[in-house]
């Protein structure tokens, strides 16, 4: 017993059942904070900091309850007083740290280190109002700044605090901490972000997410990823990277000190893990602070910090590879212009004959990953075929000089999250049938034993049935929007960018509902619910979001098709909403262009929650078809060596598949009086023009054979014992998916922490 109701009067004055869900909240928050308060940090002779622009880490209460043993005893009190977990956990706000899988992985990989009792901790950012917080409004996205400071948080002030020299002045950060425990472990880490005091919201226009980019110290860290469109953007992007690594940099070379380094050996004492490019200053930082601060000279200092940096690289789209004029650094950190000019001194002496190598190009441009791969010992990819991407394409120049240094890493995700806390029903149903041991080794095999017992596909079957019910609810009382509750459930939800290809699976709806119209009526009503942000500069991105809200509202309003097909776009995406989603799912959709997605995560979540998968041969979709067999997963679409081929000869022409019999009618659609009905025509025109004249990332080429494997899932659908048989099969099949193996794994062969 936790004496909940103890706690109650003390705080309150009141007994547990008379209170607030948000002052339960808060009881809880307390008692989390006290035991990992009193649980002694994870030690060893060398740390590991795994740097992060974002860590979406999601709401903590019930991940925090779980991994600390207490959830069963809370979940029973407050069951005793008339409430719920999921109840209460309405009323936390969710962090809004992060944007999309990079920082979903880092939350994820926090949770691995801690529960395999690793000494390594998190350091990033404290953004006050995060990306945005989106809203639709005319059938258009639009923005709030999301307030998730304004509520009770798990950040502790710490009194650490450094000084960040900026080449016009010097700012003081202040360092807020969250503990991070691991599953059943007995000591904790934490994830460390820094801030500023003089932050001041108040600089925010009116309803908008618009303020002045050149007040640095009121405007650091109110957004992650402020809008880079112009100058002045871009040098604040280089201040928040800046102010980031730099605190990050002499926080590990202090810490390192306090247990023992002499500096010399500092390699033997940290290691630091850079997610994907954008902490990459830390190498010229770490040279700046060895040179100037501890008095060892510039080679030996450049020979250490080689030895400290490792890097992952979390996609190939040139755009994400990031990129600064020189006098763009030079005017925010001349300091750090100076090494990198240095550092880029010694790679053209060692590689005259090869500009790809290069840091900095013939424009002045200084390329960041250049820096990461030359100055850092490692550099891994996230995905086997991704991997083999950057290996024999992208980063070829480098994999040609550094084959050592290369290696792959194929994500994972964390059961504790996307599983025990996020699907009880379905954790239950394991353990009942297979034990606990999968708790602590992932291994769900066993499963398999059940493929063919009625009685267990009957189960399963009413687990996602309770599912879609909580999702339905959910929908109901947050947005006031109904979903057929025996519907089949069709997810996509990501990011949105055109090579994800929400695009396509738009133009698969103009199809169906036509379809529906000629009266080919569906087995089973459908329900397809998107999620996602589009990044504000991004005008296609917004403009495919338009159409699909567009879309779902000429549907809802057409009588005859509204019953069998339903389009949700569910606003503000986030961790919280993806743990109603995730768990009410029949199908994932993993529908990228072949070669684009580095990896992919959200496909591993549904696999585990036992959704089928429709899948191109992309990121980690290859690996997820290799575990459960090709006869469980729905492949189609053009290879990544075509893909990469297409690109490489200019060879792809929209006309080409637009011209097609059944392609033609659909796209044109997009720009049909029905459609403009509830569009705005300027929007819809651009996007019809891009497909049919552009589609980069080729939404077309695939089409046909999308829609013909959608009508078989829909199809396989009807037999409800098979689907769910498979539906087994995936779940049996997702251990290797587990982010505690890909942690293992980062630890055998980069990071060699002491366990
Ligand atoms: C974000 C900003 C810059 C570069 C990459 C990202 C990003 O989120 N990449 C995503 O990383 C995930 C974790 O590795 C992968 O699963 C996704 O495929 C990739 O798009």
Same mark, same amino acid.
């Given at each position: ?29 307390d ?21 992060s ?26 069951a ?8 209460v ?9 992060g ?93 460390r ?9 108040e ?8 303020f ?100 992952? @690289? ?49 424009w ?11 100055f ?6 996230v ?7 950057l ?28 599983l ?13 049938h ?34 879609? @019910?909580?999702?339905?609810?959910h ?53 397809i ?26 549907i ?77 997963v ?29 392609i ?85 062969d ?6």
């Amino acid at each position: 017993m936790l004496n909940l109701n103890e706690r109650a009067q003390a705080q309150f004055n009141q007994p547990l059942s008379e209170l607030s869900h948000a002052e339960i909240y808060k009881i809880l928050l307390d008692l989390v904070q006290e035991k990992t308060a009193a649980m002694p940090q994870n030690e060893g002779k060398r740390k590991l900091y795994y740097i992060s622009a974002e860590f979406l880490i999601g709401k903590l209460l019930s991940n925090n309850l779980l991994n600390l043993g207490l959830y069963d005893d809370v979940a029973a009190e407050l069951a005793e007083n008339g409430t719920s977990l999921a109840e209460v956990e309405e009323a936390e706000a969710e962090p809004s740290l992060g944007n999309g899988g990079l920082g979903r992985l880092a939350a994820c990989f926090l949770d691995s280190i801690a529960t395999l009792g690793l000494n390594g901790d998190g350091v990033g950012l404290n953004y006050h109002f995060g990306l945005f917080r989106q809203y639709f409004e005319d059938n258009k996205q639009s923005y709030k700044p999301d307030e998730w400071l304004d509520h009770p948080t798990w950040l502790n002030k710490s009194d650490i605090s450094y000084k960040v020299p900026f080449g016009k002045f010097t700012l003081q950060s202040t360092l807020y901490e969250i503990d991070v425990p691991g599953y059943n472990q007995p000591n904790v880490n934490k994830l460390r972000l820094f801030d500023l005091d003089t932050v001041n919201p108040e600089i925010i226009e009116e309803s908008s997410i618009n303020f002045d980019k050149t007040q640095i110290e009121e405007n650091l860290t109110l957004f992650l990823y402020p809008d880079d469109s112009d100058r002045n953007g871009n040098l604040l992007r280089i201040y928040q990277q800046y102010f980031m690594v730099s605190n990050g940099a002499q926080l590990a070379i202090q810490e390192a000190i306090e247990r023992g380094s002499n500096i010399h050996d500092l390699a033997e004492y940290v290691v630091v893990q850079i997610n994907d490019t954008h902490p990459t200053f830390i190498i010229p930082e770490f040279v700046r602070l060895l040179t100037t601060e501890h008095g060892i000279d510039f080679e030996e200092a450049v020979e250490i910090t080689r030895n400290v940096v490792a890097f992952t @690289n979390h996609t190939i789209l040139s755009e994400a590879l990031e990129k600064w004029p020189l006098s763009d650094i030079h005017e925010v950190i001349p300091e750090i212009a100076k090494i990198i000019t240095k550092l880029d001194e010694i790679i053209k002496d060692e590689f005259p004959d090869k500009p790809a190598v290069q840091i900095i190009d013939k424009w002045g441009t200084v390329h960041m990953a250049s820096i990461a791969i030359h100055f850092g010992f490692s550099i891994n990819g996230v995905a086997a075929l991704h991997t083999e991407i950057l290996k024999n394409n992208e980063l070829n120049h480098f994999y040609e000089i550094y084959p050592e240094k290369f290696s792959n890493k194929t994500n994972g995700i964390t059961f504790r999250r996307w599983l025990m806390a996020s699907n009880p029903s379905l954790t239950n149903f394991i353990d009942e049938h297979i034990g606990t041991k999968w708790r602590e080794d992932a291994d769900l095999t066993d499963l398999l034993a059940f493929e063919n017992d009625d009685k267990a596909l009957d189960e399963l079957r009413r687990i996602k049935r309770e599912n879609k @019910n909580a999702l339905a609810d959910h929908l109901q009382r947050t947005r006031d929007i109904n979903i057929d509750r025996h519907s089949i459930v069709d997810v996509q939800i990501k990011r949105i960018h055109e090579y994800k290809r929400q695009q396509m699976l738009a133009l698969y709806i103009i199809y169906k509902y036509h379809e529906i119209k000629a009266g080919n009526i569906p087995g089973t009503p459908i329900t397809i619910i998107f999620g996602g942000k589009a990044a504000p500069a991004y005008t296609i991105a917004k403009d495919i979001i338009h159409l699909i809200l567009s879309l779902s509202e000429l549907i809802e309003n057409d009588l005859d098709v509204a019953p069998h097909l339903k389009v949700v776009f569910v606003d503000n995406y986030n961790v919280s909403e993806a743990e109603y989603l995730i768990p009410a799912a029949n199908i994932s959709e993993q529908i990228s262009l072949a070669s684009k997605e580095a990896s992919g995560t959200g496909n591993m979540k549904f696999m585990l929650n036992g959704a089928l998968t429709i899948m191109t041969w992309d990121g980690a979709n290859v690996e997820i078809a290799e575990q459960v067999g090709e006869e469980n997963v729905y492949p189609f679409g053009k290879s990544s060596e075509e893909i990469v081929n297409l690109y490489a000869t200019d060879g792809y022409d929209p006309q080409d598949y637009y011209k097609q019999e059944r392609i033609q009618p659909i796209v044109d659609f997009i720009i049909s009086d029905e459609l403009m009905a509830y569009g705005i025509p300027e929007r819809l025109n651009r996007l019809y023009n891009d497909i049919t004249n552009k589609d980069y990332f080729m939404a077309l080429i695939d089409l046909e054979e999308f829609i013909d494997v959608k009508e078989k899932v829909y199809y396989d659908y009807e037999d409800r014992r098979d689907w769910t048989r498979r539906s087994l099969i995936n779940i049996a099949n997702a251990g290797y998916f587990s982010a505690d193996r890909t942690i293992a794994e980062y630890n055998k062969d980069i990071w060699h922490l002491d366990q």
